[in-house]
């Protein structure tokens, strides 16, 4: 499998993804935004764009896909219900749906409620599993739920699926959001050591935006997924976010909500 992570330098640092099969060399672009720099990454590698996969309907990840087509002929998928919204979708995709790319590449489709109500992740497994989770999940975050999302279906899918999600499964996330983030657990746990070091680290020139993460590095650095830590749970009292009603799902709302001000 080869994995081609681009940054698209703009103002929201997005990420685009190619995911080929090195066998046929055909690829799948993921939310080509910067469709020239993908265009140009296909070409460097010997890639053939064949498909596109927008994980939800936001323009900054649906933006680049009438550019792609133009010059490629590829088809374009994207979750059932945002065909609607979503110009030229050629197919609705729904969980469990696969898809291969090439002889090598076969690829889950999870429904991912939460950032909006039509958002998908790909998953693939193989000998080191991947997650492309768009604006669902983060490096050290999540998505906020500010343009057609719901809080407790973002909750619902972090619980209810990605943490049953193998540990060593890399992440590859719509958007290089890693120091402000890393930031926001620190000011909730100021004595998380793994989440201190790798700040360090985001602050090091070119680090952020090559960075690939793990289920294993998030349940140490990523406050949602550390929903059961009292100084977490602390820190969300004194800003009068949370009761005594501190289920992990209280918890996950209140910083869902924390960090939409933060």
């Keep these: ?72 002929g590829a088809k374009l998928y994207a979750h059932q219900n945002a065909k609607n919204v979503i110009k030229g979708v050629d197919i609705g995709l729904k969980a469990g749906d696969k898809i291969k790319v090439g002889n090598t590449v076969n690829i889950d489709i999870l429904d991912t409620p939460g950032h909006t109500m039509s958002h998908l992740c790909l998953l693939i497994r193989g000998s080191e599993d991947a997650l492309f989770c768009g604006d669902t999940l983060f490096n050290a975050g999540v998505g906020n739920c500010h343009n057609g999302g719901n809080p407790l279906s973002l909750y619902n899918t972090f619980y209810n699926q990605l943490i049953k999600l193998d540990r060593k499964t890399k992440i590859y996330p719509g958007h290089d959001y890693l120091t402000n983030n890393l930031e926001f657990t620190l000011s909730l746990e100021p004595e998380n050591k793994n989440a201190y070091d790798l700040l360090q680290k985001s602050k090091m020139e070119g680090f952020s935006t090559k960075f690939v993460s793990s289920f294993e590095i998030e349940l140490k650095v990523n406050t949602f997924f550390r929903l059961k830590e009292k100084s977490i749970k602390e820190s969300l009292k004194n800003e009068n976010l949370l009761s005594k009603n501190d289920s992990p799902q209280e918890v996950f709302l209140a910083l869902r909500e924390l960090r939409n001000k933060w």
Excluded: W
């Design 1 to 72: 499998m080869i994995i081609k992570q681009i940054y698209t330098y703009n103002n929201y640092r997005n990420f685009n993804y190619l995911i080929g099969c090195e066998k046929t060399r055909e690829a799948i672009a993921v939310d080509p935004l910067a469709y020239k720099l993908c265009l140009e990454e296909a070409k460097k590698n010997d890639l053939e764009i064949v498909s596109i996969i927008n994980t939800h309907e936001h323009l900054d990840h649906t933006g680049g896909n009438d550019k792609i087509i133009q010059h490629t």
